[in-house]
């Protein structure tokens, strides 16, 4: 199974400041006859199930805010939220679909400082 | 409006089984994967099961042998039946649809609110 890596777990960013979070993949979830790679990003808000952000390692899904985007290529990715709203408070997920079983990291929680 | 409804969710005692429902509207069920997730309190997500739009079925380690997924198309509705239930299943079970169409596992764009299931005695 490909083991997903958060990092941080947990981390304070001040509003309107930048919070970077960082997924590692123990092998390459980039597929080489189409370029892409299989990971995607979600939030999850305490109560709420999680809410896809992004896809394809950058693309975003429709409706969510320009502030986030994915970045990243083959087992290291970043997601990054640009001028933190209270709203963002949170907890994020990596995921890979690149092969079966999919395996999610272990989730970053996000606090307002 | 694009939306899963999940059901079927309660107490169950070890070794019990469940079965869980989640009805699908406002796409096309029948053209794309569908698959389970759930959450076991305080912890992060663990996939479950995926049924890929042509029947194809895919399933974690942890549940092989002991859970069931299925779909009825012309109900827009996707089943997990789980047998042989252990205290290690407590969860909430979530339904998602796959970004996309075809087996496999995918990214998954719409989620269910969930539905709880505790094994205990």
């Known amino acids: 199974d490909i083991v997903m890596t958060q990092s941080p777990d947990s981390l304070a960013v001040s509003l309107g400041e930048r919070a970077t979070i960082n997924c590692k993949s123990s092998q390459s979830v980039l597929y080489s006859s189409n370029n892409k790679n299989y990971l995607a990003w979600y939030q999850q808000k305490p109560g709420q199930p999680p809410k896809l952000l992004i896809y394809w390692a950058s693309t975003r899904e429709s409706g969510v805010p320009d502030r986030f985007s994915g970045s990243g290529s083959g087992t290291d990715f970043t997601l990054t939220i640009n001028s933190l709203q209270a709203e963002d408070v949170a907890v994020y997920y990596c995921?890979?679909?690149?092969?079966?079983?999919?395996?999610f990291g272990q989730g970053t929680k996000l606090e307002i400082k | 409006e694009v939306q899963l409804v999940e059901s079927g969710g309660g107490l169950v005692q070890p070794g019990g089984s469940l079965r869980l429902s989640c009805a699908a509207s406002?796409?096309?069920?029948?053209?794309?994967?569908m698959s389970w997730v759930r959450q076991a309190p305080g912890k992060g997500l663990e996939w479950v099961s995926t049924g890929g739009s042509g029947g194809s079925t895919y399933y974690a380690d942890s549940v092989e042998g002991r859970f069931t997924i299925s779909r009825d198309n012309s109900k827009n509705t996707l089943y997990l039946q789980m047998n042989s239930l252990r205290a290690e299943d407590t969860a909430v079970y979530y339904c998602?649809?796959?970004?996309?169409?075809?087996?496999?596992?995918?990214?998954?764009?719409?989620w269910g609110k969930g539905t709880t299931v505790t094994v205990s005695s």
């Open positions: 995921q890979q679909y690149y092969t079966t079983p999919c395996t």
């Open positions: 998602a649809k796959n970004g996309g169409s075809g087996g496999g596992v995918y990214y998954m764009d719409v």
């Open positions: 406002g796409f096309t069920f029948s053209s794309y994967g």
